[in-house]
T-cell receptor, first 116, second 114 residues
Framework: DGGITQSPKYLFRKEGQNVTLSCEQN?????MYWYRQDPGQGLRLIYY???????QKGDIAEGYSVSREKKESFPLTVTSAQKNPTAFYLC???????????????FGPGTRLTVL | DQQVKQNSPSLSVQEGRISILNCDYT??????FLWYKKYPAEGPTFLIS?????DKNEDGRFTVFLNKSAKHLSLHIVPSQPGDSAVYFC?????????????FGKGTLLTVNP
């Protein structure tokens, strides 16, 4: 069954703790992305990675970190430095490097993080 | 500075009628546009896209129109169905090597009443 898996669906953490959100894909897509969604806001890009062992900051990278050790996996760590970590986090994939035409991004089901 | 704007936070239509969702953009470098549909607590689902070389793209009940001179695009849903009730996001991207970054609007909540 092909797709994007994000786990867990709901996550609770105490303030000051780091937490890592999982994102796994078996679509063989080269690029992976992390977004957050807040009420009344669009999706804002946190980090993205176009190939293994390489990633770039998005628009709101402060307080977050990522790694891309495998093509299938792109975990996001929300650190204690993130001022407002409570949000809905979405992972997306896309972008076959072989394609000339720009590709579409496909989203996982999301993780709702609540920091108490 | 918002580069992609969806000025209507919400829209309500009757089942069977047309739904028109609007989106404006300011970055003249954008050349690829997408519409996503999102239910609460789920990830967005890709609906339809359009390249700037076209002014219309149709897929079943969904049609996207692009007016480059006005930097405006719209999504038409005909006929609207209750299952179409969701938040719709407009997104855009600019060319730049293999950089597939998307810029999203804030979304429009569509409610289709039976």
């Amino acid at each position: 069954d092909g797709g994007i898996t994000q786990s867990p669906k709901y996550l609770f953490r105490k303030e000051g703790q780091n937490v890592t959100l999982s994102c796994e894909q078996n679509l063989n897509h080269d690029a992976m992305y992390w977004y957050r969604q807040d009420p009344g806001q669009g999706l804002r890009l946190i980090y993205y990675s176009q190939i293994v062992n390489d990633f770039q900051k998005g628009d709101i990278a402060e307080g977050y970190s990522v790694s891309r050790e495998k093509k299938e996996s792109f975990p996001l760590t929300v650190t204690s430095a993130q001022k407002n970590p409570t949000a809905f986090y979405l992972c997306a994939t896309g972008g076959h490097k072989q394609k000339v035409v720009r590709d579409t991004q496909y989203f996982g089901p999301g993780t709702r993080l609540t920091v108490l | 500075d918002q580069q992609v704007k969806q000025n209507s936070p919400s829209l309500s239509v009757q089942e069977g009628r047309i739904s028109i969702l609007n989106c404006d953009y300011t970055n003249s470098m954008f050349d690829y546009f997408l519409w996503y549909k999102k239910y609460p607590a789920e990830g967005p689902t890709f609906l339809i896209s359009i390249s700037s070389i076209k002014d219309k793209n149709e897929d079943g009940r969904f049609t996207v129109f692009l007016n480059k001179s006005a930097k405006h695009l719209s999504l038409h849903i005909v006929p609207s169905q209750p299952g179409d009730s969701a938040v719709y996001f407009c997104a855009a991207s600019a060319p730049g090597g293999s950089n597939y970054k998307l810029t999203f609007g804030k979304g429009t909540l569509l409610t289709v009443n039976p």
